[in-house]
């Protein structure tokens, strides 16, 4: 994915949070591990936010694959220590998943079918949970 498609889902983020009246803040520079802090009625939140267009390689239809790490080479999955929700982006769906860290802990891939409504895939039930962000 281009760096400007990763803005450009950064900016959804963005507006989809504020829109909802909540405080979203973004740490200056790029060292930061975390995309947005989130204020949501008092609650505070580290969110990494990711994006994918890519249809799984496997042999399932319409399922979606995200490598949900960061570092370039050597990728390290995201840990309670430094983000408390990835919100996932699947691009064609146009819909978000807020995932709360301790349910990806130490994974790395991330599969998603957000077209399949009678899908029970485990993340299924974040997908829109933006209310998570206030429990």
Not at 2 to 13: A, I, P, T
Not at 28 to 35: E, H, L, M, T, V
Not at 58 to 81: F, M, P
């Amino acid at each position: 994915m281009s760096k400007k498609q990763g803005e450009l889902v950064e900016l959804r983020f963005y507006l989809t949070a504020y829109e909802k009246g909540w405080v979203v803040s973004k740490p200056f520079g790029d060292n930061a591990k975390y995309d947005f802090i989130v204020d949501a009625d008092g609650k505070l939140s580290r969110v990494q936010v990711k994006s994918t267009l890519v249809l799984d390689r496997g042999n399932r239809q319409n399922r979606y694959a995200l490598v949900a790490a960061s570092g370039c080479k050597n990728k390290i999955a995201y840990s309670n220590t430094t983000i408390d929700f990835l919100a996932i982006y699947i691009i064609p769906a146009e819909t978000w998943y807020i995932i709360p860290i301790e349910e990806v802990e130490g994974k790395k891939k991330l599969h998603f079918r957000p077209f399949d409504s009678a899908s029970t895939g485990k993340y299924e039930k974040f997908k829109s949970a933006w209310e998570l962000f206030k429990k």
